[in-house]
Nanobody
């Protein structure tokens, strides 16, 4: 079964940086879009950034999109067709949340596209 495994979360001071990574493990035929969501205490889950597969993502392909609150500070990228990173710079206390990896893909050749979720990784930004 497909699993998304996140890593890189932790505690960082305001103004610092963290790099989150997500790798799809198990069987996965293809992934068209990967994204990062986050959910802060008392708030709904929101989209942080997404990246599509417009060709060969191993060579810089992919269209990116960012939430307004993170534009200019966060960068999403693909290490491969099945891996995504989120470079977070100039972190603010407001960025504190559980960050979830999301993938839109097909588990096998005969499957329709489906959303898969990671278990989440905690990011805490101190003042």
């Amino acid at each position: 079964q497909v699993q998304l495994v996140e890593s890189g979360g932790g505690l960082v001071q305001a103004g610092g940086s963290l790099r989150l990574s997500c790798v799809a493990s198990g069987t996965m035929f293809s992934i068209s879009t990967m994204a990062w969501y986050r959910q802060a205490p008392g708030k709904q889950r929101e989209l942080v950034a997404s990246i599509t597969s417009d060709g060969n993502t191993n060579h810089g392909d992919g269209t990116t999109s960012y939430g307004d609150s993170v534009k200019g500070r966060f960068t999403i990228s693909r290490d491969s067709k099945y891996a995504v990173n989120l470079q977070m710079n100039s972190l603010k206390p407001e960025d504190t949340a559980v960050y979830y990896c999301n993938a839109l893909g097909m588990a096998n050749y005969y499957s329709s596209r489906m959303y898969y979720w990671g278990r989440g990784t905690q990011v805490t930004v101190s003042s």
